[in-house]
């Protein structure tokens, strides 16, 4: 089953706005992760934030962990019309398992 | 380097019909993967290997055979093709890392089986 859950599926927004997505997720983890798709590409990763963290800074990507609320978010700042894609949270369970678990994801739409 | 890289990039099936989609890597990586993205669905785990010799399954591994004779290629047999089968295919890999497990994926293979 799903691990992660992607929130809202679909985001349109102005460009030069903000772009919050968020992950909630079932079981306890080592890390979680972000990719972003490109229509017809394949996923390319963004960020890792891992349990014992809070929050991680990557150019105008910030993530939030909260492992009480089982969540993360994803803030794209000033978006760009090229930010435009799908972006997946990816989970890795804790235990050991070298599983890496995909949510379905978030279409996020920067109209210029 | 290449990165990860699949063929064939688009592929028609009749059902029943096997094939078999490539994957290599040129990272050294211990651990490769195959994933099926649907519609709605996101990507699901079909099998993966931790390194030559040894593979194992995910979530959704009924009519896919896996097998990793070396480090950098792992291809993924559909035995008898069916029209349930008609997805996208990634392939991904990475680092054996206890910690840190960013992924790399392939460009996909879309496949579709009539």
């Known amino acids: 089953s799903q691990q992660g859950e992607e929130d809202p599926q679909a985001l349109s927004i102005q460009e030069g706005e903000n772009a919050t997505m968020n992950c909630s997720y079932k079981?306890?983890?080592?890390?979680l992760q972000w990719y972003r798709q490109n229509s017809g590409r394949g996923l390319v990763h963004l960020i890792l934030i891992r349990s014992n963290e809070r929050e991680k800074h990557s150019g105008r990507l910030r993530v939030t962990l909260d492992t009480s609320k089982k969540s993360s978010s994803l803030l794209i700042t000033a978006s760009r019309a090229a930010d435009t894609a799908s972006y997946f949270c990816?989970?890795?369970?804790?235990?050991?398992?070298?599983?890496?678990?995909f949510g379905k994801g978030t279409k996020l739409t920067v109209n210029p | 380097n290449a990165g990860v890289t699949q063929t064939p990039k688009f592929q028609v099936l009749k059902t029943g019909q096997s094939m078999t989609l490539q994957c290599a890597q040129d990272m050294n990586h211990e651990y490769m993967s195959w994933y099926r993205q649907d519609p709605g669905m996101g990507l699901r785990l079909i099998h993966y290997s931790v390194g030559a010799g040894i593979t194992d399954q995910g979530e959704v591994p009924n009519g896919y055979n896996v097998s990793r004779s070396t480090t950098e290629d792992f291809p993924l047999r559909l035995l008898s093709a069916a029209p349930s089968q008609t997805s996208v295919y990634f392939c991904a890999s990475r680092p054996f890392d206890r910690v840190l497990n960013e992924q790399y994926f392939g460009p996909g293979t879309r496949l579709t089986v009539t």
């Open positions: 990816a989970t890795r369970p804790q235990g050991g398992s070298e599983k890496l678990v």
């Open positions: 079981t306890s983890i080592n890390n």
